[in-house]
């Protein structure tokens, strides 16, 4: 043995298995939180859709001083689940209509556990094929179930507001600096995405959705026919199939049209309503969307899958590379023998998101995600029915792919607002408002299959009697 001083000494006589878990105990908390896992979700219904406690009060039954030496696993397990995960919103609820959903479906847990547990990566060929290829191939599936140009490349990101300025990012390396076109419904994490890019704030026009709250293609062409005659040049327009507000959906075949007379990028945010393209009635309502040059979708949105995973695909083969390729000496010996995702986006080190959408697609197929996707749009559509026949209500706008909007005739913005925040508050589902040319109206988010006309009959009859 060589010799060695005695910090080093010292430092070795520290036992290998320091780290280490018997494997009887982690099986047995492992079982335990399957069973959590899985009480959970078979009598979520009967939970609260949301809660929330105050700062003090989680503080103090989490916090405490930096831990110094090691506490009981179980009971810390147990703090956890009751604590720290009781206290959010239940995006899998089936009463929760706040904001977007997130119905996550088992497959997908179990995929996402699995590749917790083997560490799964997906940043080079070299150092994780395996879940690299996962992905890619996922991708693939993914752009074709829902019709994006064939040669659209994907990668996989944490949300929306990543994967969107992931692509705003290749357009503007692709196509050098110019103007981007927004709508007044186009999501606002890409405006704050666009300005920490260093877009000019001058340089983003935010257009005067229409009447249904879609992007205006006459207003699109005077925009640009503006910014043309002085002399700047038009870089992107960004669109949306399914816009957070409304679910409206903006006409692409004659955005793209426009965008194509220019040579503009077109990037379509899908984030919310692209997997409606994975059934009949949300296709037809989305024509136009292999014209896309980058196109975003959420499966943690509407494709069932726990938090957190994005795609974005760019149809260019080799534009994600273009712009975020990078060839550091110590990555060389994983580098460059076929596809590495770490030169797709801005991630070096980024887990294998891919296997829990794979394993989802696998599982489910095609067809039952498309019927399960098909559910949720009916169920808005149900909705409105409801609401069409209270007196006490008004649909502001249609049920369109999940989302409807709907008001009192006569209630003020505030008791709107306060009704939804009065049912959220009692836990029997989570509901927000929104703003719609200026007035605050209530609106339902219904994508989550287990929701049943039961719930949404309940949700609404105690809105309406909270409106008075
Ligand atoms: C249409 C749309 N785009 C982008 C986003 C941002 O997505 P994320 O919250 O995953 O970052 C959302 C979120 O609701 C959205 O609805």
Redesign the pocket.
Same mark, same amino acid.
């Not at 944490?158 to 969107?164: I, Q, R």
């Not at 186009?186 to 890409?190: D, G, N």
């Given at each position: 043995m060589a010799p060695m001083n005695e910090g080093t000494r010292n430092a070795l006589d520290i036992p290998s298995d320091i780290l280490a878990i018997d494997p009887e105990t982690m099986r047995r908390l492992g079982y335990w939180i399957v069973d959590r896992v899985i009480d959970h979700t078979v009598s979520i219904g009967d939970e609260r859709a949301i809660t929330e406690t105050d700062p003090a009060s989680l503080f103090a039954l989490l916090g405490g001083s930096t831990p110094i030496a090691p506490s009981a696993l179980d009971d810390d397990l147990e703090l956890l689940a009751e604590v720290a995960l009781k206290n959010q919103q239940h995006g899998d609820h089936p009463r929760y209509f706040a904001?977007?959903p997130g119905p996550s479906s088992y497959p997908a847990v179990l995929g996402e556990w699995l590749a917790t547990g083997m560490q799964s990566v997906a940043s080079s060929w070299g150092g994780g094929s395996g879940p690299t290829a996962v992905e890619i191939i996922a991708c693939e599936w993914l752009r074709d179930a829902i019709g994006l140009a064939p040669s659209c490349e994907g990668v996989l990101l944490?949300?929306?507001?990543?994967?969107?300025i992931t692509g705003a990012l290749t357009a503007r390396h692709l196509r050098g600096e110019g103007v981007i076109y927004l709508t007044d419904q186009?999501?606002?994490?890409?405006k704050r995405g666009l300005l920490a890019m260093g877009q000019p704030a001058v340089a983003i026009r935010v257009l005067e959705s229409d009447a249904r709250f879609r992007l205006c293609p006459e207003a699109l062409q005077a925009s640009i026919t503006a910014d043309l005659t002085r002399g700047l040049r038009p870089l992107m327009v960004v669109a949306?199939v399914?816009?957070?507000n409304t679910g409206a959906v903006d006409d692409l075949p004659a955005i793209a049209d426009i965008c194509t007379e220019h040579g503009i990028w077109l990037h379509v %945010?899908? =984030?919310?309503?692209g997997p409606a393209a994975l059934c009949d009635r949300g296709r037809a309502v989305m024509p136009g969307l292999d014209r896309a040059d980058s196109f975003?979708v959420?499966p943690?949105?509407w494709l069932f899958q726990p938090? %957190?995973i =994005?795609c974005l695909f760019v149809r260019e083969p080799g534009a994600l590379e273009q712009t975020f390729a990078m060839y550091p000496e110590y990555l060389a010996d994983v580098t460059g023998s076929a596809v590495d995702m770490h030169n797709r986006s801005l991630e070096l080190t980024r887990r294998g998101r891919g296997i829990k959408l794979w394993l989802t697609l696998r599982a489910y197929g095609l067809q039952t995600l498309g019927r399960a996707i098909d559910r949720g749009i009916g169920l808005a559509e149900y909705a409105q029915q409801v609401i069409e026949v209270d007196h006490r209500l008004q649909i502001v706008t249609p049920a369109q792919l999940g989302i409807i909007t709907f008001a009192s005739p006569s209630a003020s913005d505030a008791e709107h607002a306060r009704a939804a925040a009065r049912l959220t508050a009692d836990g029997f589902a989570a509901v927000t408002s929104t703003v719609l040319s200026g007035r605050t109206v209530l609106r339902l988010c219904i994508i989550n299959p287990r929701t049943t006309t039961t719930d949404i009959d309940g949700t609404i009859e105690r809105l309406a009697g909270y409106l008075g």
């Open positions: 904001r977007v944490s949300g929306g507001s990543m994967a969107n186009t999501h606002a994490s890409i949306t399914g816009t957070t %945010d899908g =984030a919310y309503g975003v959420d943690h949105k938090y %957190d =994005a």
